[in-house]
């Protein structure tokens, strides 16, 4: 079953919507501000984030959502708003693959549905990068930005909660991108093998490109 984690300030549209998505099979988790949201996620481990983007006084949706993309990149993350365009909320662009829905223009919400089974999908193929003959040369693994970056600390010889304090992440965060990175560079689970150790020789090699 779906996880979703649906940040509303209005109790009315937040309950709409969270019975709406639950009817449709998925299992909800809902709250209306951002410090509560960021502990959810750490907890729950949501497949997609539908947040509005104006909750009022403090940090923001577009907040939320720009910390999650970058702290946790395989989720998925669905932006509504009142407003035309994200822009006019005044704080910049959306993360990239956000869906984004405006209120009044939501004629059914099954429209939300689609929207997170749209952003689950991107993110699933943003995340797990397979090496593909035509993209690669070499011998080149291809990974995100967010794997290299995990790639660059486990080759300084941090340990996982090291990993994980450095980004400023639960362990089980950093520990499922440490996975997802091995599973990029084509590594698998193996009794004869660490694949700790084949990463970070890969790394070292030059071997590994960045998306």
């Not at 960021?38 to 910390?67: F, K, T, Y």
């Not at 995340?127 to 993209?135: G, H, M, R």
């Not at 996975?179 to 020789?201: D, I, P």
Request: charged share 25%; hydrophobic share 40%.
């Amino acid at each position: 079953m779906l996880k979703v984690l649906l940040v509303e300030d209005d109790s009315f549209t937040r309950q709409l919507i969270s019975n709406t998505l639950e009817q449709r099979g998925f299992a909800v988790t809902s709250c209306e501000a951002v410090s509560v949201a960021i502990e959810l996620v750490n907890r729950i481990e949501p497949h997609v984030i539908v947040s509005d983007l104006d909750l009022g006084r403090g940090a923001s949706g577009l907040d939320l959502l720009r910390l999650v993309n970058r702290e946790f990149p395989w989720i998925g993350l669905v932006a509504i708003s009142a407003h035309s365009t994200p822009m006019l909320v005044g704080e910049g662009n959306l993360p990239d693959g956000t869906a984004y829905l405006v209120k009044s223009e939501i004629a059914d919400l099954s429209e939300i549905v689609l929207a997170i089974n749209e952003s689950i999908s991107r993110t699933a193929a943003a995340s797990v990068i397979q090496v593909d003959e035509k993209d690669s040369s070499d011998g080149e693994r291809i990974v995100s930005k967010a794997q290299a970056e995990t790639l660059r600390l486990l080759s300084q010889g941090h340990t996982n909660q090291a990993i994980a304090d450095l980004r400023g992440t639960s362990l089980r965060a950093a520990e499922t991108m440490i996975q997802r990175t091995y599973k990029s560079l084509g590594l698998r689970r193996e009794a004869n093998r660490n694949n700790r150790v084949e990463a970070v020789s890969l790394w070292r090699q030059g071997k590994v490109r960045v998306r």
